[in-house]
């Protein structure tokens, strides 16, 4: 989506001003004055876009990638040798990561990176906004939900961690309890609700406003009893409520459900509670448009002409059957975020064909023309199978192993950009997923309100994605599976099967079932710089 992130001359200087910062000569106050820093809401939103750009870096990519390889929702093997990528990929399946695993590393880096950033714009801007500024109090409250988002995340991947708000303050800080964390974050989001704003749509779209906060603390209540051991489902339906209550957000109906997450959505979208907007030509500040590969990841290389992209695809992602087999609905329009089976052109007519030799579909083939030509459709297979070395998580490199595995293309290829970056905004919270936590949380026990039931909630959200009749009955299992198919490849799938209790289940090639492992351990190079941390116990 473009045109919404911050811009212009306000962040050029603060981005600036807070490299300054780190160097210990420069004074925070030596530069900045109420004269050249934001006096209103505008300028504020401009002078804001550090913690934002922090925030989109890697949420698409390395957060993705711990939060959906690490369930049944995807999978990322080796061809080849190609993609092996020192073993990060595998570990993140069969879940036996070290602290020295690449992702878990970075993941950790990116969070406390924006932790720091937005610890930094908050004593900056704090200090120059003048207090007889009436947009003070909502601008930082903004950017204290940014951090309380991060913090969130994680303390949902690595359980125990250290709370840092002052900027400057380099003491070693130990990780502290997971239930302590919850509580600092529920604090600081209730104690921002009253100045956010409640404006939805272009005003604010990308931005956290009233309705961000209470989706967030709603997230945390309906995972409440595995973070903290205390049940908060009546609290979860309570701030649930607060969403649906606003009259603002409403669910896609079924023939929109899937433009949703095209290259041209945005503020129009009426389901987007918070979303990270992601624009190509946002700018040539690192980070600026942060890391949005879902095509390169996902697309078949062989389909590159149809989606018409700029780029050949890598395509070593995609899904499990297990993840799959909850799309058995004929009649369910989500079933349309999956490429499976043999492929077409988008007339639906014309074959997608490669031409390649007998040993270069088949690399087990030992007939003497090896070498000659041979011409397929593509056939999009829904099994993963380590035909080439089981211990180095390799299909092979021939055509079967790139067909392997059912595509997603939710996100939709972005043929309009020049470069494997694509406009798709990713949305955070969605209104379906208030709708969907509010039916769970009546399941578990929390008090029905609105007359609502947890049946009328999943058929609300049903009515709006298939034509099959209305559901009966509803059990935490049919709240489960609708989930997996209303979220696939958005980040929460890992936090569902924890929550579920399917996380030490068998899938694909993982049998691990130790539940050290629902979080992940702190980093090596996080004990360099923190001395006073302490490891998760398992590792």
């Known amino acids: 989506m473009k045109k919404l ?3 212009g001359a306000l962040v050029v200087l603060f981005m600036y001003l807070v490299m300054a910062c780190h160097d210990v000569n420069v004074p925070v106050n030596t530069e900045l004055t109420p004269d050249i820093f934001p006096q209103n809401s505008a300028q ?4 804001s876009g550090p913690p934002y750009a922090a925030f989109r870096g890697n949420f698409s990519l390395d957060y993705w990638f711990m939060q959906s390889l690490s369930s049944d929702e995807a999978i990322l093997p080796a061809r080849g040798g190609n993609w092996f990528d020192n073993q990060n990929y595998r570990m993140l399946h069969y879940h036996n990561w070290t602290k020295d695993h690449g992702w878990t590393n970075s993941c950790w880096n990116w969070l406390s990176t924006v932790i720091g950033t937005t610890n930094q714009a908050l004593s900056i801007l704090g200090q120059t906004i003048p207090a007889s500024s009436t947009a003070k109090p909502t601008n930082l409250a903004e950017l204290k939900m940014v951090r309380a988002m991060a913090y969130f995340m994680m ?19 130990p990780n502290v309890a997971r239930a302590q964390v919850f509580s600092f974050i529920e604090k600081e989001v209730k104690a921002a609700l009253p100045y956010l704003s409640r404006v939805s749509g272009q005003a604010t779209y990308g931005r956290a406003n009233k309705f961000t906060a209470f989706s967030l603390l709603a997230k945390m209540y309906v995972n409440a009893e595995y973070y903290t051991g205390t049940q908060r489902y009546t609290d979860c339906v309570v701030a649930c409520d607060s969403v649906i209550n606003s009259g ?14 095209y290259p041209n959505n945005g503020p129009q979208m009426k389901e987007f509670i918070f979303a990270i907007p992601y624009d190509p030509a946002a700018g040539t500040l690192p980070g600026t448009n942060g890391m949005m590969y879902h095509a390169r990841y996902d697309v078949p290389r062989s389909e590159t002409k149809k989606f018409n992209l700029p780029f050949t695809p890598s395509a070593p992602e995609s899904t499990l059957p297990e993840y ?11 079933n349309n975020q999956w490429l499976t089976g043999l492929q077409f052109m988008n007339d639906g007519v014309t074959p997608i064909t490669v031409t390649t030799t007998k040993k270069g579909y088949d690399q087990t083939y030992t007939g003497s023309d090896g070498s000659a030509a041979y011409t397929y459709q593509v056939n999009l297979t829904p099994d993963v199978v380590l035909r080439q070395d089981v211990a180095t998580y390799d299909c092979g490199n021939d055509e079967i192993a790139w067909n392997m595995g059912y595509r997603n293309i ?3 290829p972005d043929a309009s950009s020049t470069s494997r ?4 905004d990713v949305p955070v919270f969605r209104y379906s997923d208030i709708i969907l936590m509010k039916a769970e949380a009546i399941l578990r026990g929390g008090t029905p309100t609105l007359g609502h039931t947890a049946l009328s909630l999943v058929n609300q959200l049903r009515a709006n994605r298939t034509t099959s009749a209305a559901l009966s009955s509803v059990t935490l299992d049919d709240v489960y599976t609708e989930r997996c198919r209303e979220f696939a490849w958005e980040t929460w799938h890992r936090n569902d099967m924890i929550r579920f209790g399917k996380f030490e289940g068998k899938w694909g090639f993982k049998t691990d079932a130790d539940v050290n492992h629902r979080i992940f351990p702190i980093p090596t190079a996080a004990f360099t710089v923190n001395s006073a941390l302490s490891q998760n116990p398992g590792y």
Do not use: C, W
């Open 248 to 261: 603002l957000y409403s669910l896609e109906p079924r023939s929109s459900y899937l433009q949703m997450f």
């Open 324 to 334: 799959y087999a909850n799309f058995k609905d004929p009649n369910d329009i989500r």
């Open 421 to 424: 970056n694509q406009n798709n």
């Open 44 to 47: 504020f939103i401009q002078a």
């Open 5 to 7: 992130l911050p811009s």
């Open 410 to 412: 939710k996100f939709y």
């Open 155 to 173: 303390m949902d991947v690595y359980g125990n961690v250290p709370i840092d708000t002052t900027y400057g303050d380099f003491s070693p800080h």
